[in-house]
């Protein structure tokens, strides 16, 4: 198993890049701890470490919108990664847009640039 | 001023995302405070905290490697960035490779699959 700097991080955490494999479009970036950087390369899957409900996360365990991992890269610090993805279903983000970033600096304020695949209401059934 | 969440993480800090404007290559990751934040919307050059030197650093301040800014995206959290740059001497990578994204996971190791673009011993006058 590739060892990774996870003791660099007092949270035993590292940031892990998410770029769709073929545009090379940059989907979101999460958070992988030990255990989620080998489940990610015994499956083939992507998995985190959601820091806001504290646990392992598989990727679309909720929406279906599983990433599948087709090329990992490793940074000269090896405290960063870069998870090249298909991502299922088009969209990364739970807002329901292609990408977490869907919006870009312009004129001093954010301005939408992305595009929504899909409604979150419907994919993950609430409000 | 766009204010992210700055004050999400209890070292103030957000992971900035480094990616080639024309080819969508990520050359880095690197942590913004507010300062380096606005310093870099002030000046349109790449601006970080240095974590391991604890000061604000001008990228390129050293090496002349500068990251001059074509875009900036913000993600749905506003808790991390992507800074699109033309990175001026072609490399952003310390270690002289273009990218610090040099090695890909392959057969259970790590394989060299960047470019080497400058000597780092020449660049920057140490062994």
């Known amino acids: 198993m590739?060892?990774?700097?996870?003791?660099?991080?007092?949270?035993?955490?590292l940031p892990a890049i998410v770029q769709e494999y073929e545009t090379g479009e940059i989907l979101m970036l999460a958070y992988i701890n030990k255990v989620?950087?080998?489940?990610?390369?015994?499956?083939?899957?992507?998995?985190?470490?959601?820091?806001?409900?504290?646990?392992?996360?598989?990727?679309?365990?909720?929406?279906?919108?599983?990433?599948?991992?087709?090329?990992?890269?490793?940074d000269c610090d090896e405290d960063t990664v870069v998870f090249k993805?298909?991502?299922?279903?088009?969209?990364?983000c739970h807002t329901g847009y292609?990408?977490?970033?869907?919006?870009?600096v312009k004129g001093g304020d954010l301005q939408v640039s992305g595009e929504k695949i899909f409604d979150p209401k419907l994919v993950y059934g609430k409000k």
């Open 85 to 92: 993805v298909e991502q299922l279903g088009g969209a990364a």
């Open 98 to 104: 292609r990408t977490c970033f869907y919006r870009h």
């Open 2 to 13: 590739i060892d990774l700097k996870f003791s660099k991080n007092t949270d035993g955490l």
């Open 36 to 74: 989620s950087w080998e489940m990610t390369l015994k499956t083939g899957k992507a998995h985190y470490w959601s820091r806001s409900r504290g646990k392992l996360w598989l990727k679309g365990e909720s929406s279906g919108h599983v990433q599948i991992i087709r090329d990992i890269l490793v």
